[in-house]
T-cell receptor
Framework: GAVVSQHPSRVICKSGTSVKIECRSL??????MFWYRQFPKQSLMLMATSNEGSKATYEQGVEKDKFLINHASLTLSTLTVTSAHPEDSSFYIC??????????FGPGTRLTVL | AQSVAQPEDQVNVAEGNPLTVKCTYSVSGNPYLFWYVQYPNRGLQFLLKYITGDNLVKGSYGFEAEFNKSQTSFHLKKPSALVSDSALYFC????????????FGSGTRLLVRP
């Protein structure tokens, strides 16, 4: 149990375009989903916390207008990178959990912006 | 603020030997501690957690961790390492507020040589 999927696993896009990444909890309902960014050989940096039915809470320094997060249901959260630039290239990972319980992570999405 | 430290960037061990990956924590109350493992280009997999109870926590794939309050440590251990255990290991502590955010250590790369 506790499977989290992400789609797509890899995406290449041109600078200036927008990219949407989906995170789904497949076998449980997630009241909270988290979005992380990971640079090569580095730890995970929390970008935002997403609660179903409410606005996401962004960490300091993360542009909410650039990284749009929607948590429309208890099994789906989306991250949209708007007007992507090469510096947005990274590995994006989501996690899902119920309040107070263990977070389970998706397999990640590799974004490359040309 | 909560924090965890992983003092070793890399741990090398021979297959069949015991392994230890170190983690120390700094929290203002009772800690909720986690270990996750990450294989290349993948998300994180949950190994084990300490919330309360026995100081020795058993987890997935034969891993265990010992919670030591006096030394503020939560080291990950395995009696006999496998080559397939080679991966990146993260220690994490959960924030005590209602956000349920995880604060990750910098990660330790484990290399098990045949």
């Amino acid at each position: 149990g506790a499977v989290v999927s992400q789609h797509p696993s890899r995406v290449i896009c041109k600078s200036g375009t927008s990219v949407k990444i989906e995170c789904r909890s497949l076998d449980f309902q997630a009241t909270t989903m988290f979005w992380y960014r990971q640079f090569p050989k580095q730890s995970l940096m929390l970008m935002a916390t997403s609660n179903e039915g409410s606005k996401a809470t962004y960490e300091q320094g993360v542009e909410k207008d650039k990284f749009l997060i929607n948590h429309a249901s208890l099994t789906l959260s989306t991250l949209t990178v708007t007007s992507a630039h090469p510096e947005d290239s990274s590995f994006y990972i989501c996690s899902a959990g119920r309040k107070g319980e263990t977070q389970y992570f998706g397999p990640g999405t590799r974004l490359t912006v040309l | 603020a909560q924090s965890v430290a992983q003092p070793e960037d890399q741990v090398n061990v021979a297959e069949g030997n015991p392994l230890t990956v170190k983690c120390t924590y700094s929290v203002s109350g009772n800690p909720y501690l986690f270990w996750y493992v990450q294989y290349p280009n993948r998300g994180l997999q949950f190994l084990l957690k300490y919330i309360t109870g026995d100081n020795l926590v058993k987890g997935s794939y034969g891993f265990e961790a010992e919670f030591n309050k006096s030394q503020t440590s939560f080291h990950l251990k395995k009696p006999s390492a496998l080559v397939s255990d080679s991966a990146l290991y993260f220690c994490a502590v959960r924030e005590l507020d209602s956000s349920y955010k995880l604060i990750f250590g910098s990660g330790t790369r484990l290399l098990v040589r045949p």
